[in-house]
């Protein structure tokens, strides 16, 4: 892990890279609104967006609303997000967040990181996920790829993900900080991967402090 940090002007190259090869880029999982985008990012720890997608494929297209997960029961979400890791918890956090959007924000998601963060089974990255992509704020959630990318590239080196996420938000450049989430997160997905990056196809492999780079 890198110990030095990259200089504004290197950040901002950074980013002018990622916009320049995917000016709209995209979250990998399945929603229909912003209730079963945070369902999805909810069902969605320690467990791959594949794996998540698998199983809310049919789940949403009989439930997109508190109301109808309320009424489905937590049996039978069960029977639907089986395969996926820590279902039984998972299902009973959903239930449970469901009845709280439900009485106390009349089944409205809201629109504050502190109350998205009191649901059950919601925490910072989950709240800062549905922030970004259900509202369009300019929030930074810090998962593992992001967390090693901060290190890894001197871009906000950090010994937890709140200390990345913090120092991401003082040095991504405004007009980049909408989409930073996304393009960080496929960076560290597809090309600089955890145990053998792709230095080669990699669009900042030039001013990352990473060394040594993969051939």
Known sequence: MAQRRLKPDQVTEIFRRFHRADPTPQGELDYVNPYTLLVAVALS??????????????????VDSPEKMVALGEEKLISHIRTIGLY????????RLSQILIEKYGSVVPRDRDALEELPGVGRKTA????????GEPTI????????LGNRTGLAPGKTPLEVELKLEKAVPGEYKRHAHHWLILHGRYICKARKPECPRCLIADLCLFTPKTV
């Open 128 to 135: 800062n996920v549905v922030l970004n992509i259900a509202f």
């Open 141 to 148: 959630a810090v998962d593992t790829h992001i967390f090693r």
């Open 88 to 95: 039984r918890m998972k299902a009973k956090n959903v239930i």
């Open 45 to 62: 720890a320690q467990a791959t967006d594949v794996s998540v997608n698998r199983a809310t494929g049919p789940l949403f297209k009989v």
